[in-house]
């Protein structure tokens, strides 16, 4: 097997055993890296120097006697999360050049667990979009298919897993962003509960909804890396205070007894035959398992979309105000007034998407408006949060499509913002409730991931990490790497 093949839990046993050491994994990556990412995309910048040294040193610290939770695995960051002395774009031209003099939360506890950063990866602007042609410097490409999209907005950090450019990474999740691309490059992909990780450092989209989260190739990977970067921050209000629980254990048990709910509105019209069959089959084998496998009905589902695209617009177009071409990022030259600088800056420095956005959330919020869809909006999300708690009075989880369709050729929808909104019908009712939700790969529809989604109650990792494990274990999905 190749040092790129290995998991997580397999690296860090090689390394502990001195089969191999981290300067050696390293180094494989970055070969790996610079081979296929001209092609692949997934990184819009790369750490080399940074990678080398971090690897050197957990070596060291190794030899010392350290055993922390990642001590020399390579991993990968989406180029929201601010880093140190690292150019951070969030994948904007308005941010080209912007270099943090700090780390978000995510990264300092990456590096405290002793990961070595590969570098950053490639996102749809803003972290808006389905498909991560919408950032500003480049389009990432499929690794089953490289003719396809990786889903959005974490593509690049999809796509460098699934290519084995990285063991593990990291993403956003505003309303599918993690979930969908693991679905569609065949990786596992885990959004926790809103406030299970801090926030701070990462560039805001939308403040309500956006939580981060790990991309790995197995649910244990996954469950290990979510212990690492979960927990309380003091510099993040949203962040729970509630202990972190070893997300490694609950990852093993059966699954006899459990009750598992199918809400019927996730089995969307024009969602692809061959999506509905390897979902349906996984199903089989949750029943096969053990588990109460039976149907539930969530009514406010079809409202998920349209009060998605009301609230997070309107938070970005909050967020959004600070870019002015005054404090940071880039600034239009030559303007003649300070109004004139903040059109100039605004207008060149946003992409078509995020300025879509920020149009449509200013006039929600407008006066006139604000009751008509505002308002309204949140009133459909409550709504959406009671569906959900009343299904998780008879269920322990629920368990539907994480897309309805496989990875869709690059450019399709890019005309039609529609359809590329409704790539995320699945997982925004989860965004809005606040719960978790993991994408597991079942299988495999016209030769391209297909995902499976289990959903939990809200700090119902454990009981998520549990039947997602369990069904990977059960499975005939073995993680593997496409060939480019």
């Known amino acids: 097997m190749e040092l790129h093949e290995l998991t997580v839990l397999r690296a860090l046993d090689a390394l502990r055993s001195r089969e191999v ?19 692949l ?41 601010c880093t140190n002395g690292i150019e951070t774009t969030c994948g904007s031209r308005i941010l080209k050049g912007f270099v943090p003099p700090y780390d978000a939360t995510v990264a300092t506890r990456l590096a405290e667990a002793g990961a070595v950063l590969l570098g950053k990866t490639n996102m749809d602007e803003f972290a808006m979009g389905s498909s991560t042609e919408n950032s500003a410097f480049q389009s990432t490409r499929n690794p089953w298919d490289l003719a396809r999209v990786p889903g959005g907005s974490s593509g690049g ?10 063991a593990a990474s990291l993403g956003t999740d505003t309303g599918g962003s993690i979930r969908q691309p693991a679905a569609l490059c065949g990786v596992v992909g885990f959004k926790p509960t809103y406030g299970r990780v801090s926030r701070y450092g990462m560039i805001a989209f939308a403040s309500s909804l956006d939580q981060a989260g790990p991309f790995t190739r197995t649910v244990a990977d ?18 729970l205070p509630d202990p972190v629980p070893d997300y490694q254990a609950s990852a093993d048990g059966e699954l006899r007894g459990l009750h598992v709910g199918v809400p019927d509105e996730y089995f969307v019209a024009g969602m692809e035959p061959g999506v509905e069959r390897a979902v349906r089959g996984a199903l089989d084998t949750l029943t096969e398992l053990g588990a109460d496998v039976r149907p539930v009905s969530m009514p406010h589902t079809s409202y998920a979309l349209a ?37 100039r800056t605004r207008g060149e ?15 929600a919020l407008s006066s006139g408006y604000y009751d008509a869809y505002y308002v309204k909006a949140q009133k459909i999300r409550t709504l959406i949060k009671a569906d959900f708690d009343r299904a998780f009075e008879s269920f322990d989880v629920l368990v539907a499509p994480t897309s309805p369709t496989v990875a869709f050729p690059l450019g399709a929808k890019t005309a039609d913002p529609l ?27 016209d030769e391209m991931p297909v995902g499976l989604q289990i959903i939990g109650p809200a700090l119902g990792e454990e ?14 999905w073995q993680p593997r790497i496409p060939e480019i």
């Open 349 to 363: 420095g946003f992409g078509p998407e995020v300025k879509r956005r920020i149009m449509l959330g200013t006039y």
């Open 157 to 166: 950090s999809a796509a460098a897993v699934a290519a084995g450019l990285a």
């Open 307 to 343: 009060a998605y695209y009301l609230i997070a617009p309107a938070e970005a177009s909050a967020n959004l105000a600070r870019y002015d071409g005054v404090k940071y990022g880039y600034r239009a030259p030559n303007a003649n007034t300070t109004l004139d600088a903040y059109l």
């Open 463 to 476: 009981t998520v990490l549990r039947v997602g494990a369990a069904y990977e274990r059960a499975s005939a």
């Open 419 to 445: 359809a590329m909104y409704l790539s995320d019908v699945c997982t925004l009712p989860v965004s809005l409730a606040g719960l978790p939700g993991l994408n597991v790969p079942c299988g495999l529809a």
């Open 41 to 81: 995309g997934a990184y819009l910048t790369v750490t080399a120097a940074r990678a080398r040294s971090d690897a050197r040193r957990a070596d060291e610290l190794r030899r010392r006697g350290d055993d922390a939770p990642l001590l020399g695995v390579p991993v990968a960051l989406k180029d929201i999360f």
């Open 21 to 39: 050491s981290s300067v050696e994994l390293t180094e494989a990556y970055l070969r790996r890296i610079e081979s296929l990412d001209h092609t």
């Open 222 to 239: 996954c469950a290990l890396v979510l212990g690492v970067i979960a927990g309380h921050d003091p510099s993040d209000s949203t962040a």
